[in-house]
């Protein structure tokens, strides 16, 4: 394709998102910048499909590409627990993520039903300099109230999220101990590793929400440049976590009477689906246990040897793009609005796996057969 | 004797035409078009008895049992320039490329076939419903296979998805400018 206009924008949009021509060459899968060069120097022709791509990784209407003047694409601000040491990897995951938040936003337009809706994510802000952790355990009790996460918070977080405030759940292998969130004006995205245990990402949930509530352009700008400022804000969302997904009122009730034994302790966790030292520092900060017993129980291998069995469980409660994605994409395809090549691309699936993709997640291409209403 | 009609083929019918051994018949009673990005796709399958078998569209264009043709700049720019970007969102680059040769006025007699239902509306909203085919009309001497066609390769659902998109033109389509006095 030739185009006089297609070489600079190009160079320009790219520059827009800060990015180097061997990074947008690795985004794009090529293995040299070579392409990137030729085509910006206008003695490559770019390809339908390689336009299609770059509009798809840069976030950028296609139409952009052809236009004399520069329409504004930056490069998304993406919260990360935990980067990866390699910032290829750091790159690739964070234009997966955008790319993968874009068709998500996509589907959920095409496959717009009054059944499908979902409420926005509140916003609270909040001053990072001053000591917030009694305001971090009342958002969680208000959080906890208002999404209706009942008495076991963990089990209904994940469906809360996804179907209530149509957050978008991605499981990827990233570094040990990592997550990440976007949010922008019209929604959100948690990315959680995928190589954690289940309860670990149930929490990393939780503080990712955490974030996500409290984003604001200003405080993250602040805490990316200041190791003490990021390191309070990663505790206030630990803090938060810990009080959502164990209630203060429920531990009340479960532990007024019990013994503090170890296997109260563990079977304690399981059913909140923590993992016990985070059981233990929650009775700690509840003021039923000291921090130092905290320190000796941590210490102790017979302590360390139990096990609750839900350590043990991969995740499953969501597959690797989301349960609401895939179903709004599906639904997009059934409903004709989505094309099955693009249905499987949207997917990363290739075409000739896709029926089995489907099949695995329990849903079948059906040719939109109507049911007939009852009268 | 029937004229032979100029025919730009989806990826959807070329799988479907090997898996239910029409291909051949297509090839020999139609001039037979792929767009450019389907062929520098990733390569292809289709699935038999025999297992998973792959593609191999370069080597039908050396035969010339197939063409390729390539959307120019713009043919792409009119298509972008018409469409909304969510609805160019919603198709892949083979169908976007040859809706984009179908604007063109390059071929004029060239039909599409296709059995994606997005496809198919596409060409109404774009209001092309008379450059596309279903493939049980193409194979109208080949009844052992038209008969076997499931419902998205039929004329009748071709029909009724090109009325959609013309229903749903004020979803997809760019509004026009208002011509001011």
């Known amino acids: 394709m030739d185009n006089q206009n297609i070489p600079r924008r190009i160079r320009e949009i790219r520059e827009q998102h800060g ?34 791509k770059l509009s798809s990784i840069l976030s950028t209407p296609l139409e952009s590409f052809f236009s004399e003047t520069s329409s504004t694409s930056e490069r998304p ?12 990897i750091v790159l690739r995951e964070e234009y997966n993520l955008i790319e993968y938040y874009k068709n998500y936003q996509l589907v959920e337009r095409l496959s717009q039903t009054k059944s499908l809706s979902t409420k926005y994510l509140p916003k609270k802000t909040f001053d990072i300099h001053s000591d917030q952790y009694k305001w971090v355990n009342q958002l969680a009790e208000s959080i906890h109230k208002d999404f209706h996460l009942g008495d076991y918070p963990a089990e209904s977080l994940i469906k809360c999220l996804e179907e209530e405030y149509g957050v978008l759940l991605i499981s990827r ?4 101990g990592s997550a990440a969130c976007y949010r922008d004006e019209s929604g959100s995205v948690i990315i959680l590793n995928e190589k954690e245990v289940r309860w670990r ?24 440049s200041d190791e003490t400022l990021f390191n309070k804000n990663e505790s206030l969302a630990d803090a938060f976590a810990a009080a959502l997904l164990m209630p203060q009122t429920m531990i009340n009730h479960d532990v007024s009477e019990s013994k503090l034994t170890y296997s109260f302790i563990i ?35 017979e302590f360390l040897k139990f096990d609750h069995e839900i350590s043990k469980q991969v995740f499953t409660a969501t597959s690797s793009l989301g349960n609401r994605f895939i179903r709004l994409a599906y639904l997009s395809y059934e409903n004709g609005k989505l094309s099955k090549t693009k249905f499987a691309r949207i997917l990363k699936v290739k ?21 007939r209403r009852a009268c | 004797m029937t004229k032979k009609l100029d025919v730009l083929v989806d990826t959807v019918v070329v799988i479907n035409a090997h898996e239910n051994g029409y291909w051949e018949h297509l090839c020999n009673k139609h001039c037979i078009y792929l767009p450019n990005s389907v062929i520098e796709d990733e390569a292809f399958y289709f699935t038999s008895n025999k297992g998973k ?29 018409k469409l909304s970007n969510d609805f160019l969102h919603t198709l892949d680059s083979g169908e976007l490329e040859a809706l984009a040769i179908l ?37 109208k001497h080949l009844p052992s296979a038209k008969n076997k066609l499931k419902p998205h390769f039929k004329k009748d659902w071709f029909i009724k998805g090109t009325s959609e998109g013309l229903l749903e033109q004020n979803l997809f389509l760019k509004k026009e400018p208002l011509i001011t006095k």
């Open chain 1, 19 to 52: 990015l180097s021509q061997q990074e947008l060459a690795d985004l794009m899968g090529w293995k040299s910048h070579a392409s990137i060069v030729a085509i910006e120097n206008g003695e490559k022709n770019v390809k339908i499909q390689e336009l299609l």
């Open chain 2, 53 to 81: 078998t792959a593609l191999t569209p370069s080597k039908w264009l050396q035969q010339k049992k197939a063409f390729c043709i390539e959307a120019q700049p713009s043919d792409i720019v009119k298509l972008t320039e």
């Open chain 1, 201 to 224: 990402q149930i929490f990393s949930l939780a503080h990712e929400l955490f974030h996500l509530i409290t984003w604001n352009e200003e405080l993250i700008s602040k805490i990316q």
């Open chain 1, 173 to 176: 292998p990233l570094e040990e």
């Open chain 1, 267 to 301: 079977a304690l966790a399981g059913k909140y689906q923590v993992s016990k030292q985070a059981m233990l520092w929650r009775l700690h900060h509840l003021r039923f246990i000291t921090k130092e017993e905290v320190q000796l129980a941590l210490k102790d291998p």
């Open chain 1, 77 to 88: 601000t993406i919260l990360w627990r935990k980067k990866a040491a390699d910032s290829k």
């Open chain 1, 351 to 371: 075409l000739r796996d896709l029926e089995q993709y489907l099949a695995e997640k329990g849903l079948f291409l059906t040719d939109d057969k109507e049911i």
């Open chain 2, 103 to 139: 604007l063109s006025e390059n071929y004029p007699e060239l039909l599409f076939t296709t059995a994606d239902k997005a496809a198919v509306k596409a060409l109404g909203v774009l209001n092309l419903s008379y450059k596309g085919i279903s493939v049980e009309c193409l194979l």
